[in-house]
T-cell receptor, first 110, second 114 residues
Framework: DQQVKQNSPSLSVQEGRISILNCDYT??????FLWYKKYPAEGPTFLIS?????DKNEDGRFTVFLNKSAKHLSLHIVPSQPGDSAVYFC?????????FGAGTRLTVKP | GAVVSQHPSWVICKSGTSVKIECRSL??????MFWYRQFPKQSLMLMAT?????????EQGVEKDKFLINHASLTLSTLTVTSAHPEDSSFYIC??????????FGPGTRLTVT
């Protein structure tokens, strides 16, 4: 039962442009959402989060948007940099546990 | 941010043997620790959740007798893969959560069973 879905397995963007990664969830009990960045053979690192009481959270080049009615969140990276190339996981949390999406591999081309 | 370590970072073992993976929160007390497994090009799969001093809660489909989890202190959780088989080969990642909501992940352990 995939409660968190990232439908795009990969995304390629040019350096300096905007990267938009999308995530959908099905469980209305989720109330906290996070994005993690992961390099090969390493554990995920926390990037940015958003509570369900907000619809936007910004941290430098990273902005997360939450649309509760659509059960959709997105991560915007602008401007994208080659060092942003990694796999990005969205995660949703509620009632103590956390579920991850399948990940989107972002490639930022110089 | 908070630091979580895992040991070993990689291990090779023979079929039928057991291997223990340690997860430590280095600068905070982790009331809850999670163990994940990641197959190549797939998402993180939650295996179990453990709270300090109590038995772990396993996800459906995860054999609790095969993947033994111990969370004996607020800074240490261990995952023991018993009677390992080649299909247990994977990347195992732990995470820890303390007073704050975010989970902090360890660097992962690559297990190869020959």
């Amino acid at each position: 039962d995939q409660q968190v879905k990232q439908n795009s397995p990969s995304l390629s963007v040019q350096e300096g442009r905007i990267s938009i990664l999308n995530c959908d969830y099905t469980n209305s009990m989720f109330d906290y959402f996070l994005w993690y960045k992961k390099y090969p053979a390493e554990g995920p690192t926390f990037l940015i989060s958003i509570s369900s009481i907000k619809d936007k959270n910004e941290d430098g080049r990273f902005t997360v948007f939450l649309n509760k009615s659509a059960k959709h969140l997105s991560l915007h990276i602008v401007p994208s940099q080659p060092g942003d190339s990694a796999v990005y996981f969205c995660a949703a949390s509620g009632e103590g546990d956390m579920r991850f999406g399948a990940g989107t591999r972002l490639t930022v081309k110089p | 941010g908070a630091v979580v370590s895992q040991h070993p970072s990689w291990v090779i073992c023979k079929s039928g043997t057991s291997v223990k993976i340690e997860c430590r929160s280095l600068d905070f007390q982790a009331t809850t620790m999670f163990w994940y497994r990641q197959f190549p090009k797939q998402s993180l799969m939650l295996m179990a959740t453990s709270n300090e001093g109590s038995k772990a809660t396993y996800e459906q489909g995860v054999e609790k007798d095969k993947f033994l989890i111990n969370h004996a202190s607020l800074t240490l959780s261990t995952l023991t893969v018993t009677s390992a088989h080649p299909e247990d080969s994977s990347f195992y990642i732990c995470s820890a959560r303390g007073a704050v909501y975010e989970q902090y992940f360890g660097p992962g352990t690559r297990l190869t069973v020959t």
